[in-house]
T-cell receptor, first 111, second 115 residues
Framework: GENVEQHPSTLSVQEGDSAVIKCTYS??????FPWYKQELGKGPQLIID?????GEKKDQRIAVTLNKTAKHFSLHITETQPEDSAVYFC??????????FGKGTMLLVSP | DAGVIQSPRHEVTEMGQEVTLRCKPI?????LFWYRQTMMRGLELLIYFNNNVPIDDSGMPEDRFSAKMPNASFSTLKIQPSEPRDSAVYFCASTTTGYQGQPQHFGDGTRLSIL
């Protein structure tokens, strides 16, 4: 089955800095890669996603890049703000729209 | 629009008791997923349904766990008998199934504590 590795497990940045989270996947058949943000006491919320026919996607301060050959994808957050502090999960698709999740990255943005 | 609704939000019970978690998916979604989240193991897929039919329950940890989806708007996850190691946050998610992967929408979970 699919295996998703996510790094780093924790990331501390100063407000205004950029943050980068990286993931690798094992199944070359995976074609959809979402990113979720989870705040305390809440369920994961989709923040951005990318499909395998696209190399990069941007939404305001958030961008995702995909390298299909190397089987890795990354989340980039620019101009970080304290409200960006949360746990971020990457995922890769499987059959029947199933997702395999990485173990998560705890992002802490200090004012 | 209403999102995925889970109940109860918190459940505290003694070991050996039966626990039932409930989920109402987003209207129009035809796939439903149950996950368990712990610090040690992260987000684990327990079981998923497509058009109310269980497709893969290989993630269900033991026979003490069972799940049903009697109709398109309701699903339950039952643990009987419960054990302390079942303590975790249980999430339900729903989506539409397509040829390509689709975003899953999560509820806010049920925090389960077994004493």
């Amino acid at each position: 089955g699919e295996n998703v590795e996510q790094h780093p497990s924790t990331l501390s940045v100063q407000e205004g800095d950029s943050a980068v989270i990286k993931c690798t996947y094992s199944d070359s058949a995976s074609n959809y890669f979402p990113w979720y943000k989870q705040e305390l006491g809440k369920g994961p919320q989709l923040i951005i996603d990318i499909r395998s026919n696209v190399g990069e996607k941007k939404d305001q301060r958030i961008a995702v890049t995909l390298n299909k050959t190397a089987k890795h994808f990354s989340l980039h957050i620019t101009e970080t703000q304290p409200e960006d502090s949360a746990v971020y999960f990457c995922a890769a698709s499987g059959r029947y729209s199933t997702l395999t999740f990485g173990k998560g990255t705890m992002l802490l943005v200090s004012p | 629009d209403a999102g995925v609704i889970q109940s109860p939000r918190h459940e505290v019970t003694e070991m050996g008791q039966e626990v039932t978690l409930r989920c109402k998916p987003i209207s129009g979604h035809n796939s439903l997923f149950w996950y368990r989240q712990t610090m040690m193991r992260g987000l684990e897929l327990l079981i998923y349904f497509n058009n109310n039919v269980p497709i893969d329950d290989s993630g269900m940890p033991e026979d003490r766990f069972s799940a049903k989806m009697p109709n398109a708007s309701f699903s339950t996850l039952k643990i009987q008998p419960s054990e302390p190691r079942d303590s975790a946050v249980y999430f339900c998610a729903s989506t539409t199934t397509g040829y390509q992967g689709q975003p899953q929408h999560f509820g806010d979970g049920t925090r389960l504590s077994i004493l």
